[in-house]
């Protein structure tokens, strides 16, 4: 019954986040504090950007109701300067984002402002002190420090990147922390550490921070995150992360029925932190590395993030969130299974049987727009049905850039392109 008290600070997050994101929707509405719409955004409305401040709210609350929670009480005597560091960075991290939401900081601007944050963290006690590969140990404080910060910006950044569809980052969020909730909390029952610590407690205070938030965001959304709420998900994941590398020893890892000559079990405290941000930080990667290129700066904006991919791909708005988190999930629950199955290979097998159902759910409107090409081109010429639908779906034709953009086929090019117009008769 320990995961009562958690449970009680989700609820608690949940539900703060949830009423602050009624509330600031409506404020929002009524004083028009929403950006106009940019060039790389997928919405079509004017849509408020404030929802960050609404789970900053949730966490807040959460924090202050588990200090009179007798035993989270614990958790506050031995991280109090901690905890006030998260607080503290957070507090940065969304005045600074809500002030980019609304007016637009420049790139340096809002980078300097993370590493602010990442530091208060750091000269609070939130700092990386060894590392579970090899059970390597930071030689002195200043070279933790500066990984720290470094580690902490460059997942806040992973995370902002991927917030460009409607209840993508929360989702993610809510299932990449689930697994890692459970993680920590399996390894304090196998090792008979204190059940109550800090890992878990940020982990059960942001969950219940984005479902709170989820209602409101999700497709289709009333009211976005921002930069606030993006940068503030990923400083608490990395907090979470961060603090369960420094309380657990791999060399205590146990891992139930697992062989404990698998090594792989005590490297799971740095692994499922990556696998959990594989996504986030491929879409970081592949950013900063594309603006280089083109000798752009890599926080500048464009529109070919991988969501944006998928929706170009012909996947609905929907189901490209749905792809995320199918990613998140088959990535997080995929390496936490090495903790249960009988045999590391068992797990593997699991892996690559959920990377391949993701991606052949991921690309299959690849092969779907290929057969409508080629029908296309076979069809009969002549009717303006056949035209546009050729003008549309042929990939050497200029026209086809409408489909990149997010124009879809009207009804009459869907007939042509799967080669029902002439069986219902129709005619232009």
């Given amino acids: 019954m320990r995961i009562i008290f958690y449970v009680l600070v989700t609820a608690v997050a949940a539900l703060v986040s949830w009423g602050f994101s009624l509330l600031i929707l409506k404020l929002s ?106 059970a390597i140990i930071v030689p002195s404080a200043f070279p933790s420090l500066l990984l720290t910060v470094f580690v902490v910006v460059l997942v806040m950044n992973a995370v902002n990147f ?22 920590t909390y399996l390894q304090q029952s196998a090792n008979n550490l204190n059940y109550y610590n800090l890992a ?27 930069d606030a709420g993006a940068l503030l998900v990923g400083l608490l994941m990395a907090v979470s992360a961060i603090s369960v590398t420094a309380s657990i020893d791999p060399g205590r890892v146990q891992s139930g029925r697992i062989d404990h000559g698998v090594v792989l079990a005590g490297y799971i405290p740095i692994i499922l932190p990556l696998a959990i941000l594989v996504i986030p930080l491929l879409d970081f990667g592949l950013a900063v590395l594309r603006r280089v290129r083109a000798g752009k700066s890599p926080f500048s904006a464009d529109r070919k993030h991988l969501h944006h991919r998928l ?80 003008a549309r779906l042929d990939p050497l034709d200029a026209a086809a850039d409408s489909v990149a953009v997010g124009i879809e086929p009207t009804e009459a090019e869907t007939d042509v392109a799967l080669g029902r117009l002439h069986e219902k008769g129709a005619s232009t």
């Fill in 200 to 226: 878990a407690l940020v982990t059960a205070v942001l969950i219940g921070g984005c479902i709170g938030f989820l209602p409101t965001n999700f497709h289709p959304a009333k009211m976005f995150m921002g």
């Fill in 29 to 134: 509405h009524r004083f028009r504090l929403y950006p106009k719409i940019r060039t790389r955004d997928v919405h079509t409305q004017p849509t408020p950007r404030l929802g960050g401040v609404a789970i900053f709210f949730g966490v807040v609350a959460a924090f202050g109701l588990s200090a009179f929670i007798p035993p989270l009480q614990g958790v506050f005597a031995d991280s109090s300067t901690q905890i006030l560091s998260i607080l503290l960075a957070s507090l940065v991290i969304v005045i600074m984002g809500v002030i980019d939401d609304l007016w637009d900081l420049d790139w340096l601007t809002k980078l300097a402002g993370q590493i602010i944050a990442a530091g208060v963290l750091a000269f609070g006690g939130v700092q990386i002190t060894n590392i579970p590969f090899g």
């Fill in 311 to 390: 929706l170009d791909m012909g996947h609905t708005h929907l189901h490209a969130v749905l792809i995320f988190y199918a990613w998140t999930a088959v990535a997080s629950i995929g390496v936490l299974s090495f903790l249960f199955v009988p045999a590391w290979w068992w797990s593997a097998i699991l892996i690559l049987i959920g990377l391949i159902v993701t991606a052949a759910f991921t690309l299959a409107p690849l092969s779907k727009r290929k057969r409508a090409e080629a029908q296309v081109q076979s069809a009969e010429k002549g009717s303006t049905a056949v035209d546009d639908a050729v």
């Fill in 162 to 183: 991927i917030d460009g569809l409607d209840g993508l980052v929360v989702g993610v969020a809510i299932i990449a922390n689930g697994t890692f909730f459970i993680y």
